[in-house]
């Protein structure tokens, strides 16, 4: 009872106190973004969403040092390929920071022909980028470069779920061979598939285009993509997800299953897309904090 206190009190304290990152990090040197058209920057916010995202960036949430559990979690924003969500992965980051998580909100491109040259493999770009820096200077953030996992909400759980199933394909110059693998996966309410049938459309067509070949659609549906040593993987979802059906998860989950990948997976009976955007209603997030402490990921108080 006294865990579930503590970890309510700082759920209520990530609710209410949104901050920006105390670091901002380029992914890469100006004029060095691979895959990419020169384009004026035309990026806006406004209430924490973020749209025309051409430049990629790392916001950092570090965990107090006597607090650190020398873990870090990437954190890829939602907004079906179209916008960022950083408000909500704020809230999340700063949760896992006063947890001893260091957190690193990923602002990746969004998929446009206007600075892409080819948009489907951008977000991935910068997801295995951010992977590679975040071990290459683990030393600055006080992490085990080894202890790195990813978390990601409905199209940036599509990310999140690339990163952590694509992995053996480098997208990125990677020629001093850093583990691009996540450590674990932690997937909220996820894209997961590019089959029409269960797809949620709206992101497949900005990340894909309207006809992508065969090939592009199984490369970008995670659940045909399980490798033997996958990471574990913690998902969640709500069974009246009218936004993206929650057999997105399902097929995910036995895709995992079937290759004897550890998966945990929670569904609420109700809860809507985003859980209709507020964390108090279903207090999700503590049940991966949870899920963290269980699996030695955050050290048990």
């Known amino acids: 009872m006294k865990k579930q206190i503590i970890l309510f009190v700082l759920y209520l304290s990530a609710v209410c106190s949104v901050v920006n990152g105390q670091e901002t990090i380029d992914l890469y040197e100006s004029g060095k973004i691979p895959n990419s058209i020169a384009f004026d920057n035309s990026e806006q916010i406004s209430n924490g969403i973020v749209t025309n995202v051409s430049i990629p960036q790392l916001l950092v949430f570090k965990a107090l040092k006597e607090n650190s559990n020398k873990t870090a979690m990437l954190i890829c924003p ?95 110059d990677n020629k001093e061979g850093v583990n691009l693998r996540p450590y674990f996966s932690i997937l909220i309410y996820p894209v997961i598939t590019m089959d029409t049938t269960y797809t949620h459309m709206g992101s497949r067509i900005t990340l894909l285009g309207r006809n992508p070949s065969k090939n592009k659609q199984e490369l970008f549906s995670p659940e045909k993509n399980i490798k033997p040593d996958a990471p574990p993987t913690f998902i969640l979802h709500a069974n009246d997800d009218k936004g993206v059906p929650v057999e997105n998860s399902l097929m995910l ?48 108080k």
């Open 78 to 172: 939602g907004g079906g390929y179209s916008v960022l969500d950083l408000r909500r992965a704020f809230e999340v980051a700063e949760t896992l920071a006063m947890n001893g998580v260091t957190a690193f909100v990923l602002k990746y491109r969004l998929p446009d022909d206007k600075w892409c040259k080819d948009k489907s493999t951008a977000p991935i770009q910068d997801a295995q980028r951010a992977m590679q820096i975040i071990r290459q200077q683990s030393d600055k953030w006080n992490i085990d470069p080894i202890k790195v996992g990813v978390l990601g909400q409905s199209a940036g759980g599509h990310l999140a779920a690339c990163l952590s199933y694509l992995y053996d394909t480098s997208f990125i």
């Open 253 to 300: 989950y036995k895709a995992l299953r079937n290759s004897e990948i550890p998966v945990d997976m929670h569904l609420f009976s109700s809860g809507g897309h985003g859980f209709n955007y507020g964390f108090s209603k279903n207090r999700w997030l503590p049940l991966c904090i949870e899920w963290l402490t269980d699996k030695g990921y955050i050290n048990s």
